[in-house]
């Protein structure tokens, strides 16, 4: 005897066999226990997901001899017949192959004769939708009232190609893609009866190829049986179907979060000299960062992500500590390089950069994060407690001092300010009647200066100021605050602090931020840093003041020292 696929072999012949499609079989079994038996069937859905085993079963049950039935006896000459593929009542028509109006016109014809046998004469289309235009109209009046002994079954993949004409004429059924749970258990009871042993993550593997097709799945097995034996490991179910290992996968999702572009360019590089396609490659990745996000998303979310438990732990303690927003970013990323591969004629190239990008790109502080940090600013505005424009202090005149180098976080600041020794008042000269008093010169007429930019303006110029700069992103996506003549940007991380004290230093930034906040000196620093280090600001702020003529003068004159400096506030200004 020649060998018999499984996909075949294992072939349900009833709906009690339909895997996955119980909204479909129960509305069939109802409408044969009610008597409620339309004229005609469309059986919708993707490949190998039951369709025409469907069709198959409801033309045994219509046709059984102890019927209509939904559990027909399968000993009859009916079921016997339509189980082998040679009942004369029930016609299966190639769509594709016999698509033509005179290919109607001849089923028109034989519509009017009576069942051989059976109780119906039942007309399987498969692939409808490739009927010409004429030959649907043709079979319009035809399929709206047929002869009582004809039933039409007509299955698709396309549904959306087929007329509303028609679909106004049949009853639709939706088939949908089976669960890989539901594909597994099937597997395994297959695989069992075929007395090969594999593992439930095997099984896993196998129908998670099929992508919800239990013909797929099935044909896949059988290939795995064919080529490893009946002892069957997890390495030789992924050789065979060709999968990447799941360890790369891993690698290279751990290098994007984790800013580490060498592991990426490793694992690609394995990928590549095993001779795996990079389009599927990116495509597995893409859904390993979905299932990443999912994981991170909440607890509900966890039910709709296939893995076995050990994928599971692996997964939850690579994105423990991960925002769920830089996933959802990365995967929006990943997914512009993923179709950018699959074009490429070098697709290596493509990929490694957009990893290097990707591994590299300065972190993003979430939307929501921003918002609390501008309301605390302005809470704080509001209390008159924190960063003010630099823009005076309060009782005494604007100083501008020389520009001083950006402040680095190794030189610990000055906390001392030196004064000198407090200078006795000069007596007065004795007074002269016949000298008469000197006139002071008559003072210019007091000139209105400009009002101030507003801090928001002033950061938003300096940042225009330096767009053109190469990496300027990583200086200007920080978070600014002004405190006397000291720019404190915060960043989110020491990797991206180093990078922005590069940007700081070159020479076309510091004459920027010299147009904008003339004489400042500029601090790029972290979260984690504790605000200790504003002392430095502090006596920066103290020095500009010193440097004012009318501030020195009294300080020199009352032989104090200056314990405090507070800036003028927007009110106080006007």
């Known amino acids: 005897m020649s060998y018999l696929a499984i996909a075949r072999k294992?072939?349900?012949?009833?709906?009690?066999?339909?895997?996955?499609?119980?909204?479909?079989?129960?509305?069939l079994r109802n409408a044969l226990e009610r008597g409620r038996i339309h004229h005609a069937f469309l059986f919708t859905g993707a490949r190998g997901v039951g369709k025409t085993t469907a069709a198959r079963a409801l033309a045994r049950s219509l046709n059984c001899e102890h019927g209509p039935t939904p559990a027909p006896c399968g000993t009859c000459l009916s079921c016997t017949e339509i189980t082998a593929g040679m009942s004369p009542d029930l016609i299966e028509i190639d769509g594709a192959s016999n698509n033509s109006v005179d290919d109607v016109r001849e089923l028109r014809e034989a519509v009017r004769y009576a069942p051989t046998h059976g109780r119906y004469k039942i007309y399987l289309i498969d692939e409808v939708h490739m009927l010409s235009k004429g030959a649907f109209n043709a079979l319009l009046k035809t399929l709206e009232e047929p002869p009582a002994h004809v039933v039409f079954i007509f299955a698709t993949t396309e549904p959306n190609r087929i007329p509303e004409t028609i679909l106004s004429r049949v009853q639709r059924f939706d088939f949908k893609r089976i669960p890989v749970v539901a594909l597994v258990e099937r597997l395994g009871e297959i695989a069992l009866q075929e007395g090969a042993t594999l593992s439930d993550n095997a099984l896993r593997l196998i129908a998670r190829a099929g992508e919800g097709s239990m013909r797929d799945a099935q044909s896949l097995l059988d290939l795995v049986i064919s080529y490893a034996g009946p002892e069957i490991s997890d390495d030789e179910v992924a050789e065979t179907l060709g999968l990447i290992d799941r360890?790369?996968?891993?690698?290279?999702?751990?290098?994007?979060?984790?800013?580490?572009?060498?592991?990426?360019?490793?694992?690609?590089?394995?990928?590549?000299?095993?001779?795996?396609?990079?389009?599927?490659?990116?495509?597995?990745?893409?859904?390993?960062?979905?299932?990443?996000?999912?994981?991170r998303?909440?607890?509900?979310?966890?039910?709709?992500?296939?893995?076995?438990g050990d994928e599971m732990s692996r997964l939850d303690d690579l994105v423990q500590d991960v925002d769920p927003e830089v996933l959802t970013r990365?995967?929006?990323?990943?997914?512009?390089?993923?179709?950018q591969v699959s074009r490429a004629t070098r697709p290596r190239i493509v990929l490694e950069m957009a990893v290097a990008r990707l591994a590299s790109v300065r972190p993003v502080?979430?939307?929501?994060?921003?918002?609390?940090?501008?309301?605390?600013l302005e809470q704080r505005l509001r209390q008159g407690g924190n960063p003010a424009p630099v823009s005076g202090y309060?009782?005494?005149?604007?100083?501008?001092?020389?520009?001083?180098?950006?402040?680095?976080?190794?030189?610990?600041?000055s906390r001392k300010v030196s004064s000198p020794p407090p200078r006795k008042a000069p007596s007065p000269p004795p007074h002269k009647a016949s000298s008469p008093p000197p006139r002071k010169a008559p003072s210019p007429p007091p000139v209105e200066a400009p009002p101030p930019e507003t801090p928001d303006d002033a950061w938003a110029s300096f940042c225009a100021a330096i767009a053109g700069t190469q990496d300027a992103s990583y200086l200007t996506g920080g978070e600014p605050s002004l405190v006397g003549n000291c720019l404190r940007v915060v960043v989110a991380t020491t990797r991206v602090q180093a990078a922005a004290r590069r940007v700081a230093a070159i020479p076309e930034v510091q004459q920027a931020l010299e147009a904008t906040w003339p004489g400042a000196t500029l601090l790029v620093a972290t979260p984690s840093e504790p605000d200790a280090r504003w002392t430095e600001a502090d006596e920066i702020l103290k020095q500009s003041a010193l440097e004012d003529p009318a501030i020195r003068r009294i300080v020199d004159t009352l032989g104090a020292d200056l314990e405090n400096v507070t800036p003028l506030d927007d009110g106080e200004k006007k």
């Not at 294992?10 to 509305?27: C, E, K, L, S």
């Not at 891993?250 to 590089?269: N, S």
Request: with cysteine; proline share 7%; charged share 25%.
């Open 297 to 308: 998303l909440s607890k509900g979310a966890r039910r709709h992500i296939d893995l076995s």
């Open 330 to 339: 990365t995967f929006a990323a990943l997914l512009e390089v993923h179709d």
């Open 247 to 295: 360890s790369l996968l891993y690698d290279t999702l751990a290098g994007l979060i984790e800013g580490r572009p060498d592991q990426c360019l490793d694992a690609i590089d394995q990928v590549y000299r095993y001779g795996y396609e990079l389009s599927q490659f990116t495509g597995d990745l893409l859904e390993l960062l979905r299932n990443a996000t999912f994981t």
């Open 10 to 27: 294992y072939r349900p012949a009833t709906f009690d066999g339909i895997v996955g499609q119980d909204h479909v079989t129960r509305t």
């Open 394 to 413: 309060r009782g005494a005149a604007r100083a501008r001092p020389k520009p001083a180098p950006v402040l680095e976080e190794s030189s610990p600041p």
């Open 365 to 376: 502080e979430p939307v929501a994060a921003l918002l609390g940090r501008l309301e605390t």
